[in-house]
């Protein structure tokens, strides 16, 4: 068949595409130009594309495939990097990722499927497609290390039918390097991306900063009760469930925060709740009107926690935990049912 | 295996398409080599079913035979041509034949051809080379060698049809004192000409240079330097079928004694731009340029014709022809496809087996949206553009089967970007 592959320019996606071209099928490479690296780097007139770019390009020429740079600069900008902001700046702590696959990824390359007649589309995320009674399934990954479910819940059921993961059901990563090796990749020894690809050395903030300066800007810190117990430096930097930045050294936490006043509330680690809402629900089952029992996880590294998850109104949910627990707004909560992905959605602030 | 394009004739086995065999140096070697040697793992290649049909010449022209043999006989001179002795003269003399044939066919003197590496470097030593301490005046629909060369230049707007306003140009003249002009004679994208020689007779009356950047028109147009009056010329090897790596930037005598270079080096080119030339891509330049103009006529109302036919069957399926009211290129299309964004345009044809290319791509290989289109007005068509550009041995199958595949893009679904 005649699959489209994004391709990173790093190791993961790489081996993707190899392994599709080994089996036979009609691979075309696909690289996103998402931002302008030279920029990013704060290196005037280098290069937009950087390093990633010519890698992916490297591989796609060594495999002997087409392969296509796009520019997704605009959209990214619009569809990811500025709701990251605004997401800060409202008090929130959001997942680029998952915007990130869902608009620019999986939407957008799919649509470009369409247009060149390519059935399917692969990523190199670890994460397993099943097929299922009901159609293809999101599993975790065979590897629970590296598993990237959590980031692709947003993923639709119409998308995930022609989405394919190739490297679910790698054991590791030292076996994606081997493959990659064998296949004679550059990229074989490539260390792994850092966290937020668009934020050069870790710093969040100033991107924050260019687009939402008040994010940024000093506020307090106070109890639940109000009282004042220090200063921040801008609501940005703080998460729900952070124990780091207070002044306080008394094992308390962030609790809430409130971008209107620019307050940071700590309190008690387990002063939790057990309820909240989800927005953005999306289902990769049928929706289930009674609510279900499920596991949820509500940061990436978290553990899966029990719940009952009900769905409300047309794209909401409402989530109940059977042990209290701090969801920081914007996080994803994500439902599962042993390995397999039911669904899941975006942590309310409004509810709190 | 037939499609490695860089295949060696010798190539018994696909490590050598690209790397040549380990050696005793192999111990030597690092880690990164041996997985780059290691690539025997490779799975062998699917031989592509399609035919590869080349319609991007304004890119690069394919090679000419007489190029080719002029080329491969000046690569086995092994002297420098700065060289005193035998192999020296040899060389010399190769460099200088090709001197002499471009300069009659261009209409320069031998004196005033330089040779550089291409258009961009002919494009560049000119504005630089005579343009230090000049009001800059530029047209809009520029090659990014000329914006890159004049960033600080007074940009002349086109009319929608791509042409450059001789009007704006005067009054930009007059208010000016010493000015340079650059004009390209045909646009890369839309293959639209300039009123080249009205603005030479504009800028020699107001005591402004002219310099033209004549890379696309040359081999395709009669282009004569003595007579368009422009006081230099750039021209690029590849673009009408030579070498690439070659190219040259014409001077008139005025212009002779004035340009200062950009780097002089060993004092080649009469100290005008320093370094040993490519004796055998200029030998192949000149033969290509000779072998162009031979067959100009005939090509080019060969070309004229399949253009017009794809132009016809474009528009019947919706799209529109940027320039089409001007004087242009014979080969060159530049077809707007609404809804149909550019890149995947260009993806679509391209995995059809069909060559062609949309904007200004840059080295990323990303698509921008035309900067020349923007120039004629056009807003969200400037992303939704590609250009075909028929090249010299183009055949009415290859036209005919282009024309099946857009037919094809223009229904399929489409995908705004």
């Keep these: ?352 | 295996m037939q499609t490695g394009r860089h295949r060696h004739p010798d190539a018994g086995s696909p490590l050598e398409l690209y790397y040549v065999q380990p050696t005793a140096m192999d111990t030597e070697l690092s880690h990164a080599f041996h997985v780059f040697l290691s690539m025997t793992a490779i799975p062998p290649r699917t031989p592509r079913e399609t035919a590869r049909i080349y319609l991007d010449a304004n890119a690069s022209e394919p090679l000419r035979p007489e190029a080719e043999a002029a080329w491969l006989d000046a690569s086995r001179l092994a002297g420098n041509p700065a060289s005193v002795h035998g192999a020296g003269r040899a060389a010399r003399d190769a460099l200088e034949t090709a001197r002499e044939t471009l300069a009659l066919l261009f209409g320069a003197r031998p004196a005033g051809v330089v040779f550089v590496s291409g258009g961009t470097e002919a494009n560049v030593l000119a504005l630089r080379g005579l343009g230090a301490g000049r009001h800059g005046l530029m047209g809009a629909t520029e090659h990014d060698a000329v914006r890159d060369a004049m960033p600080d230049a007074q940009t002349l707007m086109v009319a929608p049809d791509g042409e450059v306003d001789l009007e704006e140009l005067d009054s930009a003249l007059s208010r000016h004192g010493k000015s340079v002009v650059a004009l390209m004679l045909a646009n890369n994208e839309t293959g639209v000409l300039h009123p080249i020689a009205e603005a030479a007779k504009l800028c020699r009356a107001r005591g402004a240079w002219l310099h033209v950047d004549a890379v696309q028109a040359a081999g395709r147009l009669a282009v004569n330097l003595a007579d368009t009056g422009a006081h230099s010329l750039a021209l690029a090897s590849h673009k009408l079928g030579g070498p690439h790596g070659a190219g040259a930037l014409l001077l008139d005598p005025e212009a002779e004694a004035a340009l200062s270079p950009i780097w002089r080096g060993g004092g080649q080119e009469r100290g005008r731009r320093g370094g040993t030339p490519p004796v055998a891509a200029i030998a192949g330049f000149a033969a290509a340029a000779r072998a162009a103009i031979g067959a100009r006529d005939t090509e080019q109302a060969k070309l004229g014709a399949l253009r017009d036919r794809i132009e016809a069957a474009a528009v019947a399926v919706g799209a529109r022809v940027a320039g089409a009211g001007a004087p242009r290129l014979a080969n060159t299309s530049c077809l707007v496809l609404p809804g149909h964004a550019a890149l995947t345009q260009v993806m679509a044809l391209d995995l059809a087996g069909y060559a062609v290319s949309a904007g200004a791509a840059c080295s990323s290989g990303k698509v921008a949206p035309s900067a020349v289109l923007r120039a004629m007005g056009y807003d969200a068509a400037a992303a939704e553009a590609i250009r075909v550009s028929l090249p010299w041995n183009v055949s009415p199958p290859d036209a005919d089967g282009f024309i099946a595949a857009y037919q094809a893009l223009a229904a399929s679904q489409a995908h705004a970007s």
């Design chain 1, 1 to 352: 068949m005649r699959v489209v592959a994004a391709m990173s320019g790093g190791v993961d996606s790489s081996v993707v595409a190899a392994l599709l071209h080994a089996e036979g099928h009609e691979v075309i490479g696909v690289t996103l130009q998402l931002y302008d690296h030279g920029a990013a780097q704060g290196r005037k007139g280098a290069c937009c594309a950087g390093q990633d770019i010519h890698d992916a390009r490297r591989v796609a020429d060594r495999l002997g495939i087409a392969h296509y740079v796009v520019d997704a600069e605009a959209r990214f900008a619009a569809e990811v990097m500025a709701p990251f902001a605004r997401s800060y700046a409202g008090g929130e702590t959001p997942v680029p990722c998952v915007r990130c696959n869902q608009t620019v990824k999986f939407r957008d390359l799919l649509a470009l499927a369409d247009e060149l007649g390519a059935e399917a589309l692969a990523t190199g995320h670890y994460v397993r497609r099943v097929a299922g009674p009901d159609g293809a399934e999101m599993h975790r990954a065979r590897d629970g290390t590296r598993d990237q479910s959590w980031f692709l819940f947003a993923t639709t059921r119409a998308q995930l039918a022609r989405a394919r993961f190739p490297l679910g059901d790698m054991p590791d990563k030292g076996a994606v390097r081997a493959c990659a090796a064998e296949f004679g990749l550059a990229v074989a020894d490539k260390p792994d991306s850092q966290d937020i690809c668009f934020v050069p050395q870790g710093s969040y903030a100033e991107t924050v900063r260019r687009h939402h300066p008040e994010a940024l800007q000093p506020g307090e810190i106070v109890d639940t009760n109000g009282l004042v117990l220090g200063r921040h430096d801008g609501i940005a930097r703080y998460t729900v469930g952070q124990a780091r930045r207070l002044g306080v050294a008394d094992g308390r936490v962030v609790v809430r925060i409130e971008p209107e006043t620019r307050r940071i509330v700590v309190g008690r680690r387990d002063q939790g709740r057990h309820e909240f809402y989800l927005n953005e629900v999306n289902w990769l089952i049928d929706p289930p009107a009674a609510g279900l029992e499920c596991g949820v996880k509500l940061r990436a590294r978290d553990d899966v926690r029990p719940a009952q998850v009900t769905p409300d109104g047309c794209a909401g949910a409402h989530v109940r935990l059977a042990t209290p627990a701090l969801p920081a707004p914007g996080q994803a909560c994500v439902f599962y049912q042993g390995e397999r992905v039911l669904g899941g959605g975006f942590i309310c602030r409004d509810h709190a």
